[in-house]
């Protein structure tokens, strides 16, 4: 186990209002240059609050020490059954740590997941019970945003916070929102891990699950890699505190996140493998397309295609057409599980599809890649 507590660094650019992105896709599809297959190789651990930050406080327990003991389970039973997968902790004792200092350690490090661990509250006790995973994103509901706050609020206690932070509120709606803003590259990855904890919680843990849940939290808006955010119960509410106090139940919380991550990482790495014969497809649905007098046609016709090869230049958890995307005639949004996927164009070949692949990163569709069907069922490119 290894854990880092390195000097802090700027959150450059953390309310920039002119940096207002769509999700770009998820990083960990490969180009079909890649030669070794992705695997998970590290993951951080974070355990919420410390030290001078106590975080939320139930009748009995504090959140800081919950979290910690929940995050220090995790990490010794994620090491116990992959020991090759390096475990990070941004803390292993009762230290207070700053919320951009806990991303910047997985940044240093490269890490290949960021797992956030907290406990929830609310003013009014025993009105609302069970976990909820969230992921950096637009915060519609008013719930999510008092989350975000006070989670958020724990940079108060930094030094410097107002340079460091270039001038963020905790406390300011406005603020929030423009920081929830920031899609992050890695979303669909995270979305899916945040997808595997909560469908764990709910069939393994004897609190509810509330769903994943998108929201502006500071310590997600700077990993570069795939975060989540896992609220594992009330601390508000009698039910939830007095199971979360207890050291077995924080064991199997720790149990089912493990479980939650080996679904996530056999899908991920299998995902990656470069076979476009293997693998099980997953049926697409139309939502909707642009429509366009001028649009270009696409290289191929759809119906022409025995496989088609396409470019996905974003996946968002809504399937609303931004600003951004109306200069593209021929964008095609369809759902696959729980995500909407923005697609452009039809070709005969990935080769066929390079040089549009090209010209879309040049206009600032960074991760845009090629992807593949058949009969309308994504296939691996």
Same mark, same amino acid.
């Given at each position: 186990?290894? *854990? ?30 890649? @030669? ?9 651990? !974070? ?43 941004? +803390? !292993? ?7 951009? &200092? ?14 956030? $661990?907290?406990?929830?509250? $609310? /003013? *009014? ?10 992921? =950096?994103? =637009? ?6 945003? !008092? ?9 108060? =206690? &930094?030094d410097n916070y107002e340079k460091t932070y270039e001038g963020f509120d905790p406390y300011s709606p406005e603020g929030h929102i423009i ?9 669909? @990855? ?8 909560? /469908? ?5 843990? +004897? ?20 975060? *989540?955010?896992?609220?594992t119960g009330f601390l508000s509410t009698d039910t939830d505190e007095n199971y979360l106090m207890k050291k077995e139940n924080q064991q199997?919380?720790?149990?089912? $996140? =493990? ?8 899908? *991920? ?6 076979? $476009?014969?293997?693998?099980?497809? @997953?049926?697409?649905?139309?939502? @909707? ?28 958890s809504k399937s609303t057409i931004d600003a951004r995307y109306h200069n593209i005639d021929d964008l095609e949004v369809i759902k696959e ?16 599809? +390079? ?22 069922? +994504?296939?691996?490119?």
């Amino acid at each position: 186990m290894k *854990v880092w507590n390195g000097s802090k660094t700027s959150m450059s650019g953390i309310l920039s209002t002119t940096v207002l992105v769509l999700t770009l896709s998820f990083a960990f599809s490969i180009s079909l240059e890649a @030669q070794v297959p992705y695997k998970i190789r590290k993951v951080v651990i !974070d355990p919420g609050h410390g030290g001078k930050d106590p975080g939320c406080n139930g009748h009995h327990s504090r959140e800081k020490e919950v979290a910690l003991s929940i995050g220090l389970d995790l990490g010794k039973k994620l090491k116990a059954q992959y020991p090759d997968i390096q475990v990070i902790y941004t +803390r !292993d004792t009762d230290v207070f740590i700053p919320l951009n &200092e806990r991303a910047a350690i997985a940044n240093r490090n490269k890490a290949d997941l960021f797992i956030s $661990i907290h406990c929830n509250y $609310i /003013s *009014v006790r025993n009105r609302a019970t069970g976990s909820e995973t969230y992921v =950096l994103g =637009l915060h519609r509901a008013e719930d999510n945003l !008092d989350v975000a706050k006070r989670e958020n609020s724990a940079i108060l =206690l &930094e030094d410097n916070y107002e340079k460091t932070y270039e001038g963020f509120d905790p406390y300011s709606p406005e603020g929030h929102i423009i920081l929830s803003m920031f899609q992050n590259a890695h979303l669909e @990855q995270s979305i899916l891990f945040a997808t595997h904890v909560e /469908s764990a919680f709910k069939k393994l843990s +004897r609190l509810p699950s509330r769903g994943v849940k998108q929201a502006g939290f500071l310590v997600l808006r700077e990993t570069t890699m795939p975060s *989540v955010l896992i609220e594992t119960g009330f601390l508000s509410t009698d039910t939830d505190e007095n199971y979360l106090m207890k050291k077995e139940n924080q064991q199997e919380m720790a149990s089912t $996140i =493990l479980k939650a991550f080996s679904n996530y990482k056999k899908e *991920v790495e299998e995902y990656q493998e470069p076979d $476009i014969s293997a693998g099980t497809p @997953q049926k697409a649905t139309n939502v @909707q397309t642009t429509n366009n007098e001028d649009a270009k046609a696409p290289t191929s016709t759809k119906g022409s295609l025995e496989v088609a090869y396409r470019i996905q230049i974003a996946a968002s958890s809504k399937s609303t057409i931004d600003a951004r995307y109306h200069n593209i005639d021929d964008l095609e949004v369809i759902k696959e599980g729980e995500m909407y996927k923005f697609l452009v164009g039809y070709f005969s070949s990935a080769e066929a599809a +390079r040089p549009r692949l090209s010209a879309l990163k040049a206009n600032g569709f960074d991760g845009a890649f090629i992807v593949a069907y058949k009969d309308g069922q +994504r296939i691996k490119a």
